[in-house]
Structure formats: structure tokens, C-alpha cells
């Protein structure tokens, strides 16, 4: 059974991507990573390579697995994040050492790109004024401020820890939230102080004072192209392509970039394709796309089959495995313990940490997004059974002795049947978990309903989220009510009220 599960998770995603020789482009979850994955692929384009671009897929740790493993062939990066993140060696000072220690590991790296997107502090300016904040030093003085930064800044080495240490700051109200977000708390007063890119385009439409690094604790975050050194063989002239952004975009262009995105709300492609025709004179001209409202339903008729895909497989594969484990731990009562215990310490597990621990297994995709998916599933579905099997009456168990029925015979003629009710509560209640949980999935390139709720997040455009979140919300409505449907079919007439009663 368990290698019939496998090989059909391993059919499946092979379905999804199919044999795809196109060289993968990846990008984080933020608006600038995104509009730079754009201008990769747009100079892809003009070579004899076909081009994709993974957009959205979550922070550091997931591109830099996904570009070790093969799962994407190059994306954009910082030369801080690189030293602090992932050499987590900030002693790299020499930009040629970099490349040695990078080169070790199997990937290359471009100069940089020309403009340095450090990381910074920001104060609403009336804020700044009013309390006399021009460095993050003057922070020390005031330590009722409210701080909101990003869940990446507050964990990393280069980020929060180290920079409340050398500054000696004293605040504690220090909340976690996403990027974009923190931008609405600062408009609207929830919070004093946020980490900034350098680069984003909302420090000037915010009207954000940026307080001076004064003990010069950030390094420097240049920003260049990581590929894999295969790519060198297999697609020599793309990576000539990356090599000709060197030095090609100062700050002031990237923000410029940034703000066409983010405040003007142009598309990145849009973005992209201006840039390099302004720079390099290429003459790329935008596809033509459909309608708005056929590309809406486009769109929606391809996020409903993947999100479905995600949570029908991994439902199944858990109905597989949870009910004989709920069958398994009510017959012997010493594994009960250890297995409503090990599936109950997976239910606990953040989602998004889950997501991320499958990517050096699975890799990109949809298959570590069904597996985590699976084993969220399991806990409702093993308690289930294990109660439902637990309140059978001990009467009809002598009645099945008496008969002679043996224990496979009680166990598929009496006792499942009479659990039914209990089991199909915990397959329900683990379905309607998985149709939420699913749109983390888009974070790792999983698709769903997931992908246009990051988008309206990450570009604050609330009509794209609403793309995402309302068909999630019907799609769990729907089955829950297909459920109760499906219980009366399968479920006895007298069963389901006596479990009414």
C-alpha cells in the first residue's frame, strides 16, 4: 500500500511539471525580486531558450535549497544576505572570495547589479520630527515605540537579534509582520518603526524618514544573479544575458522600478520589458493577453484545478494511511499512546516551517505541498476512528463472538460501519483544514488559490487577494456541504440520528 501511495504522489508530479527542460528563473516574495525574475526571463526570451519563471516562492532559504537541488537555474540575491544568510560567514568582505565559496557549492554569481538594497529603519517623518529621531542611536531614548519588521529581518543574523545588541535598544514591543503590511501599520499608527529596503518605492510615497545606520551595523546588500555553473554549459548565451546587467541599475532606477510596480500598479512584465528596452535598446514588445475578465476566469479555472490536485491527493493518501493507524492504535492499546502522539506533534508544526523542511526532499512543486498537506490530515482522521471505534456498544462485540465472526469479520461487518460516523467527522474536518492550509503551497511553487492572495499581499492590491481568498473560502463550504451528503449516503439512517441524539 505505502508503495503504491508513493509511486502515485511521484506519477502525479510528474503530471504537474511534466519533462520540463526550460530553464527556471525563481524570485522571493517581494515586489523588486519579482520585477528582476521578470527582466531574467525577458532577456531569456531573446535567446533560443525557452524560459519560466517560479515567482512568489517564499524567502532566502527556499530559493537558495531550490537552486542547490536543480529545482531553479538562477534567481537574484544580495551580496549581504549571501555572507550573513547562507554562507553565514560575515567576515566575506572581497567579492572574489565570495565567488570561491559560492563557486564550491556549484554556483556562480554575476558582479553586481549596480545599486545596493540595504536594509534600514523607517519613521513615520511627522514621527521622526516630533521625537527628535534622525539616527537609530536616538531609538535608545524612546522606549515606548512600537516596532513592526518583517519575520525574515526579526529572525536573521544581519536583522533585529544583533542590531538591538550593538545599538543597545530597549524596546520591546516589537511585533512580527509582513513587509507590505508594516507599511499599513505605519500609515495608519499601529506602528512607530519598520525595517526598509532602501530601495522600496513606499519610502517616498509614505513619506518615511530612513534614520542613519550611525555604527554602520547593516553590510552592504549589492544585488547580483545567482545560476547554477551547469548553466554556463547548457545555456551559454542567457548567461552573457546576465553578465550585461552588471552595473546596469543604479538606486535611484531600481526604485524608480519599484514604484511602477507597487504605487503605479503596472504589471512586472510591463515593468521589465521598459526597462531593458530603455537600457539596451532590445525592442521586446508585450504579449497581448486576453480580456480582463477571461483572463480572470483563466486564471481562476487553473488555481481551482491545482488547489483541488493538492487537497484531494493528500486527502486521500491520509484516508489510506490514517484510518487503519486509528484501527491499529484502538486494537493495541500500548502503540495508542505513541501514535495519537506523533500525529498530534505534526499538527502542531507550523505550516509554512513543514513547506520549507520538504523542499530538500521533494524539492520545489507540488509534491512536498501534498505530502505536508498529508500529514496535517492525519491527526483528525487517526482520533476519529480511534473514538469512534472506542464508543462502539460492548454488546455487539459479544453478539459478533457468538456468531463466530472472526476479527477481520467484526472488524469490516460491525465495527467500522458503526464508526462511520466519527470517521467521516475526521476526513471532513481534515478537508476543510487542507483547503486552507493549501494556499501556503504557492510559496513553493504549488500553485492553488495560494498564488493571487500572495500577489494582492505582496502588492497590496486587495481585488487580487479577494481572487484567492473568496473561491478558498466557497471551495470549503462546498465540501463541508458535500459531506453532509455524502453522510447520508454512507452512513445508516440510524446511525446518523442516534449521533444527532
Known sequence: MNRFLLLSLCCLTLFLTGC????????????????????????GETTEHEIAHKRD???????????????????????GTITQQILDDPSIQDFDELKRRLASQG?????????????????????????????????????????????????RQDGWPGLQQVYGLPQSDVHGMDHTLAYEGIRQGAIDVMD???????????????????????????????????????APELVQKFHQLEGAINNSTMAKLNAEARIEKLPEQRVAIE????????????????????????????????????VVTSLLAAVLIAIPLGVIAFRVERL?????????????????????????????????????????????????????????????????????????????????PMASPSI???????????????????????????????????????????QGAIPAAVLAILVQRGFDLLERRVVPAGLRASQSQ
Do not use: C
Open 336 to 416: 495508542q499512546g505513541a501514535i495519537l502522539s506523533i500525529v498530534g506533534v505534526i499538527q502542531t508544526m507550523p505550516s509554512l516551517a513543514l513547506l520549507v523542511f520538504m523542499i530538500p526532499l521533494f524539492g520545489l512543486g507540488a509534491l512536498p505541498a501534498i505530502v505536508a498537506l498529508f500529514l496535517y490530515s492525519l491527526l483528525p482522521i487517526v482520533r476519529n476512528t480511534v473514538t469512534g471505534l472506542s464508543q462502539m456498544d460492548p454488546s455487539l462485540k459479544e453478539s459478533a463472538s457468538v456468531l463466530g465472526l472472526s476479527s477481520w469479520q467484526r472488524l469490516w461487518l460491525i465495527e467500522l
Open 196 to 234: 526598509l529596503y532602501s530601495t522600496d518605492a513606499e519610502i517616498q510615497a509614505y513619506d518615511l524618514v530612513t534614520l542613519e545606520d550611525n555604527r554602520e551595523y547593516f553590510p552592504g546588500y549589492e544585488a547580483v544573479i545567482l545560476y547554477r555553473a551547469d548553466l554556463s554549459s547548457r
Open 275 to 310: 526597462f531593458l528596452n530603455d537600457t539596451f535598446g532590445l525592442g521586446i514588445s508585450a504579449q497581448k493577453s486576453s480580456s480582463n475578465w477571461q483572463r480572470r476566469l483563466m486564471r481562476l479555472a487553473v488555481n481551482t484545478r491545482e488547489h483541488l490536485v493538492l
Open 57 to 79: 516562492l517564499g524567502g532566502t532559504e527556499v530559493l537558495w535549497q531550490a537552486l542547490l537541488k536543480g529545482e531553479i537555474d538562477a534567481y537574484p540575491e544580495y551580496t
Open 424 to 466: 467521516l467527522a475526521g476526513i471532513k474536518t481534515a478537508a476543510v483544514i487542507n483547503v486552507g492550509t493549501a494556499t501556503l503551497g504557492a510559496l513553493i511553487n504549488a500553485g492553488g488559490y495560494g498564488q493571487p492572495i500572495l500577489t494582492g499581499l505582496r502588492l497590496g492590491d486587495t481585488s487580487l487577494l479577494l
Open 20 to 43: 520540463d527542460d526550460r530553464v527556471q528563473i525563481g524570485s522571493k516574495q517581494f515586489t523588486e525580486s519579482v520585477i528582476l525574475g521578470e527582466v531574467l526571463q525577458q532577456l
Open 107 to 155: 554556483i556562480q554569481t554575476t558582479r553586481p547589479l549596480g545599486f545596493n538594497n540595504t536594509y534600514a529603519l523607517g519613521v513615520p517623518r511627522k514621527r521622526a520630527e516630533e521625537l527628535g529621531l534622525r539616527a537609530i542611536s536616538d531609538l535608545k531614548q524612546h522606549p515606548e515605540l512600537k516596532l513592526g519588521f518583517s519575520f525574515e529581518f526579526l529572525e
